[in-house]
T-cell receptor
Framework: EAQVTQNPRYLITVTGKKLTVTCSQN?????MSWYRQDPGLGLRQIYY???????DKGDVPEGYKVSRKEKRNFPLILESPSPNQTSLYFC?????????????FGPGTRLTVL | QKEVEQNSGPLSVPEGAIASLNCTYS??????FFWYRQYSGKSPELIMS????GDKEDGRFTAQLNKASQYVSLLIRDSQPSDSATYLC????????????FGQGTRLTINP
């Protein structure tokens, strides 16, 4: 089954404790992206990657890191989480096409930073 | 001005009626437009995409695009309680080949 998976689905942590949220897709998509979703603010892009070893900042990159060592995986790293990073996080992937490619979303990770 | 704007709602529609959801965007050279449905606590799922002016129909859903007015809408005919969800408008801008900019979403409730 074609899908995007994320782990963990739920995480409660404390300020300053490094964490990684994994994202994996099995559709051989070049493009992968991380979003956060907050009430009243919608989905905002954190980082994206156009292919292996090619990553760039989205609209809200502060406090986050990413890597793309393999095509299928795109982990999101919070080196020193803070309470304002409490949010619902989505990973998405798509083919690299100019107009028509659909972005497929993972199931989401609900993160709470105390 | 936000890049993609939607009325956050909530929008309440009786079962069987037509639900009309609207979205405006600011980047005049945007090329691709998408409607995603998101149930509470779930991930967005694509229900419609539209790339050229006019109407595009898929079952009970019709997307309408007017690039001159920078306006895209989604009509849901014969609304069902299962259509109750938040609908996200997304626009692929010209800033990057794949960047999707989302509106904040419109919460739709279908009343039986």
């Amino acid at each position: 089954e074609a899908q995007v998976t994320q782990n963990p689905r739920y995480l409660i942590t404390v300020t300053g404790k490094k964490l990684t949220v994994t994202c994996s897709q099995n559709m051989n998509h070049e493009y992968m992206s991380w979003y956060r979703q907050d009430p009243g603010l919608g989905l905002r892009q954190i980082y994206y990657s156009m292919n292996v070893e090619v990553t760039d900042k989205g609209d809200v990159p502060e406090g986050y890191k990413v890597s793309r060592k393999e095509k299928r995986n795109f982990p999101l790293i919070l080196e020193s989480p803070s309470p304002n990073q409490t949010s619902l996080y989505f990973c998405a992937s798509s083919l690299l096409q100019a107009t028509s490619s659909e972005q497929f979303f993972g199931p989401g990770t609900r993160l709470t930073v105390l | 001005q936000k890049e993609v704007e939607q009325n956050s709602g909530p929008l309440s529609v009786p079962e069987g009626a037509i639900a009309s959801l609207n979205c405006t965007y600011s980047d005049r050279v945007s090329q691709s437009f998408f409607w995603y449905r998101q149930y509470s606590g779930k991930s967005p799922e694509l229900i419609m995409s539209i790339y050229s002016n006019g109407d595009k129909e898929d079952g009970r859903f019709t997307a309408q695009l007017n690039k001159a007015s920078q306006y895209v809408s989604l009509l849901i005919r014969d609304s069902q309680p299962s259509d109750s969800a938040t609908y996200l408008c997304a626009v692929k801008t010209n800033q990057g080949a794949q960047k999707l900019v989302f509106g904040q979403g419109t919460r739709l409730t279908i009343n039986p």
